[in-house]
């Protein structure tokens, strides 16, 4: 199985982007994906993360009411819209995917991740 992730770049503040992560492989079995992020000098952080049943497990208070997660299981994608952008979302944003039906207490725990993207780089700066 092998990920994705497309659509970073640089904004202005207050701009959008839409990152997208394509899923592709044999016998599929990503039950629940996820966008992490990373900016300089600081740990990798869950934003947001979405079950095969489109139930949106949580977002990152950070994020919350400005990022959308969403996926098309029929084309074994899924994205992330990013509105109001802020230099604080500055950083590398990371698809992953896990075989397991993670929950609130377990998406931003990376090691229940079994695939992950290469990341797209987000810069949003005047």
């Known amino acids: 199985v092998q990920l994705q992730a497309s659509g970073g770049g640089l904004v202005q503040p207050g701009g959008s982007l839409r990152l997208s992560c394509v899923v592709s492989?044999?016998?599929?079995?990503?039950?629940?994906v996820t966008w992490f992020r990373q900016a300089p000098g600081k740990e990798r952080e869950g934003v947001s993360s979405?079950?095969?049943?489109?139930?949106?497990?949580r977002y990152s208070a950070s994020v919350k009411d400005r990022f959308t997660i969403t996926r098309d299981n029929a084309a074994n994608t899924f994205f992330l819209q990013m509105n109001n952008l802020k230099a604080e979302d500055t950083g590398v944003y990371y698809c992953?995917?896990?075989?397991?039906?993670?929950?609130?207490?377990?998406?931003?725990?990376?090691?229940?991740?079994?695939?992950w993207g290469q990341g797209t780089q987000v810069t949003v700066s005047s």
């Open positions: 992953a995917a896990s075989r397991f039906g993670l929950i609130q207490s377990t998406w931003t725990q990376t090691e229940q991740y079994h695939y």
């Open positions: 492989g044999e016998n599929l079995d990503h039950e629940t």
């Open positions: 979405i079950r095969r049943s489109y139930r949106v497990l």
